[in-house]
C-alpha cells in the first residue's frame, strides 16, 4: 500500500484528494488509510467500509468493526449505523441484536435515515427489541420523508395491510410509486402489484423488467416463482425469460473446470 504522510495529507487540497477517492481503489485506501489514522473521524467511517467491502484493501471485518467503532464513539451517525449492521449480522464481531438495536438508536436520532430505517426494521420485526409497530412506522415516515427508497416501500407495505393504519391501498400504491422511482426493488415489486390488479399491465410489466438488475438472487428467485403462476400470460413469459437469463449467467460465471469445486 502506497505510504501517505502526514504532511501530504496536510497539503493536499479538496479537488485533489476527491481525485484520489475517484481513482485507483488501492490508492484511494491507502489515503484514506492514513487520514483515518491520523485521527479524521470521516475517513475513519470511509476506510471501515471500505475493509468490510475490500475495496483498494483485503477484506477484513474485525478491522472494519474497529474502526466504525473509533468513528461511532466520536458521533459519526453512519458509523453507529455500520456499528449497529456488524452487530446484527456477527462482520467482525459476535452478533448481538440488543447491541445492533442500541447503535441504530443512536444513528436515528441523529438524523441519519439509514439508521431510522434499520431501527424501524427492529421495532417492526421484534428484532433485538419489544416489536412496536406503532414506533416504526413513525419512524420509517421519518425516513421516508427524506426520500429513503425502503422507508418508503415499508410504509407503502404498512398502509396496503393495515397495520397500525386503516388499509387504503390509494395511498400505498403512492408509496411504492415514490419507492419504485428510488430505486428500491422490493418497491418496484410492489408498486408493479398493485398497478397490475387495476388493469394496467404494460405499466406492471416496465417494473417488474426492473426489478432483476438490482434484486438480490432470492428476491429474484421467489419473483420468478410469482410469475410462473400468474394468471396473466405476459408475467408468465417473463417468468420464464427471467429464469433463462439466471440459468445462463451462472453457466457463464462457472468454468466446467472448476463446477466440482464451486
Known amino acids: 500500500m502506497e505510504q501517505v504522510t502526514l504532511q501530504a495529507l496536510a497539503n493536499v487540497s479538496h ?19 492514513a487520514a483515518a489514522q491520523n485521527g479524521i473521524v ?3 467511517a470511509v476506510y471501515g467500509q471500505y475493509l468490510l467491502d475490500g475495496h483498494g484493501v483485503e477484506r477484513n471485518a474485525e ?11 466520536r458521533d459519526h451517525p453512519m458509523a453507529m ?3 449497529g449492521r456488524c452487530y446484527e449480522h456477527g462482520w467482525g464481531t459476535a ?3 440488543p447491541v445492533a438495536v442500541y447503535w441504530y438508536r443512536l444513528a436515528a436520532r441523529a438524523g441519519l435515515d439509514w439508521g431510522m430505517y434499520n431501527y424501524a426494521s427492529a421495532l417492526a420485526l421484534g428484532h433485538g427489541i419489544s416489536c412496536d409497530r406503532v414506533e416504526a412506522l413513525q419512524w420509517f415516515q421519518r425516513a421516508a420523508e427524506l426520500g429513503h427508497a425502503k422507508s418508503l ?3 407503502g407495505s404498512f398502509y396496503e395491510d393495515g397495520w397500525e393504519v386503516e388499509a387504503d391501498t390509494n395511498i400505498a400504491l403512492y408509496y411504492y ?11 418496484q415489486f410492489n408498486y408493479a402489484r398493485l398497478l397490475a390488479e387495476r388493469g394496467d399491465i404494460d405499466g406492471a410489466l416496465h417494473w ?3 426489478v432483476p438488475h438490482t434484486a438480490t438472487a432470492a428476491f429474484v428467485t421467489k419473483m420468478q416463482r410469482w410469475l410462473s403462476v400468474s394468471p396473466i400470460g405476459a408475467f408468465r413469459a417473463l417468468g420464464e425469460n427471467i429464469n433463462v437469463n439466471i440459468s445462463s449467467n451462472l453457466s457463464a460465471t462457472m468454468h466446467p473446470a472448476q463446477e466440482s469445486h464451486a
Open 63 to 73: 478491522a472494519a468493526f474497529t474502526w466504525f467503532r473509533h468513528a461511532a464513539r
Open 15 to 33: 479537488d485533489r484528494f476527491a481525485a484520489i477517492l475517484s481513482g485507483p481503489a488501492d490508492r484511494a485506501a491507502a489515503w484514506v488509510a
Open 95 to 97: 452478533a448481538c441484536a
Open 81 to 83: 449505523n455500520m456499528l
Open 208 to 210: 417488474l423488467q426492473r
Open 42 to 44: 470521516e475517513a475513519q
Open 177 to 187: 410509486q415514490r419507492a419504485a422511482e428510488g430505486g428500491d426493488f422490493r418497491g
Open 153 to 155: 416501500n415499508f410504509v
